[in-house]
């Protein structure tokens, strides 16, 4: 079956609310909730067909857009590529104009709205930040909850904390500080032995290739209360990930880093060839810096994940 490339768009509004529409009944995944935009015509770039599907639908003139992510999904009767984009300004103010009901909605009740099959990581895309804050290994615990205060103030609005270092008991005391820290301002998720899970009530869980590994074998469905989130390195793990049901990823090294010296950096066109077959969100990981993030978009991630390159020294 021919795959029906579709442009489609996540629109910022006030407060990083989120515009959706309703489908009419009568067409294809008709009833349902969706980003608004439409099919690329024959000749015509991505953003031209975004532009062109938001001033026939909602008559607005997009001004600033960057990509989001690409969904490869096949329905039974369609199969689609949904290339999504963020649009961050434009003008008009948005009407049906086709009769369609519209909605702001903030990015956390999206999971509340009935949308295609195929939406479920852009809504996880929507609701997730350019940047994943990874803690330091080498930095003791009042210095570390210091540091984690000040990456809150500058906005990082996602964290994993990491503290292989630390005793199991030290660890569990310094993130429930953390987490108390980052209660209603960033979403946290934590490393470490998975019977540590249930301790935690507020908190998402970050895998390891190795636990990811481990629990690809097992009967039972592991699911934290917050996001879920993996380390992958290839092709492989990607596909473990994705299987495993879980939110988003790491994918590294991109560059060389400090950190694992011994490991074969992807390169960034490495990167974007794995981004490609994977549908859900990606941090970039490995040598990164703030600068990049735009360069991790156009890779196809949602943007980058960094220990260094995001912690405020
Ligand atoms: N626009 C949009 N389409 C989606 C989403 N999720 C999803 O599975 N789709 C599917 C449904 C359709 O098969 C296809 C998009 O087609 P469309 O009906 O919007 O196309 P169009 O605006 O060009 O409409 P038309 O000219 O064919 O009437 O992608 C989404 O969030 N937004
Ligand atoms: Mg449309």
Redesign the pocket.
């Known amino acids: 079956m021919k795959r029906?490339h579709?442009a489609?768009a996540v629109i910022r509004g006030a407060e990083g609310r989120v515009l959706i529409a309703k489908r009419p009944e009568a067409?294809?995944?008709g009833g349902l909730w969706?980003?608004?935009?439409?099919?690329v015509e024959f000749g015509e770039t991505v953003r031209d067909a975004l532009v062109r599907?938001l001033r026939e639908?909602l008559a607005i003139e997009v001004s600033a857009a960057r990509r989001l992510i690409q969904i490869r999904?096949d329905y039974p009767d369609?199969h689609?590529l949904?290339d999504v984009w963020e649009v961050t300004r434009f003008e008009g103010e948005p009407q049906g104009a086709e009769g369609q009901p519209l909605a702001w909605v903030a990015p956390d009740e999206l999971p509340g709205y009935a949308?295609?099959a195929?939406?479920q990581p852009?809504i996880t895309a929507a609701r997730l930040p350019d940047r994943y804050l990874i803690t330091p290994d080498d930095v003791f615990p009042d210095a570390l909850l210091a540091g984690v205060d000040r990456a809150l103030e500058q906005g990082i609005t996602l964290i994993q904390l990491r503290a292989p270092a630390l005793s199991a008991a030290d660890y569990r005391e310094l993130a429930s500080e953390v987490l108390e820290h980052c209660a209603g301002r960033a979403k946290l998720l934590l490393k470490g032995p998975l019977d540590w899970c249930d301790d935690f009530s507020g908190a998402g869980w970050h895998l390891t290739a190795r636990q990811l590994k481990a629990l690809a074998g097992c009967e039972e469905r592991f699911r934290p209360p917050g996001w879920l989130a993996a380390s992958c390195h290839d092709a492989e793990e990607l596909a473990l990930a994705d299987r495993l049901g879980v939110d988003f990823v790491t994918l590294s090294p991109v560059s060389l880093t400090l950190s694992h010296p011994e490991a074969t950096p992807l390169g960034w066109s490495g990167a974007a060839q794995l981004l490609a077959g994977f549908n859900k969100p990606a941090y970039l990981l490995g040598g990164l810096t703030l600068a990049d993030t735009e360069q991790a978009r156009e890779a196809g991630a949602q943007g980058l994940a960094a220990i260094r390159g995001l912690w405020p020294g």
């Open positions: 029906v579709v489609a067409v294809h995944q969706e980003f608004p935009g439409g099919k599907e639908e999904h369609k689609v949904l949308f295609p195929a939406n852009i």
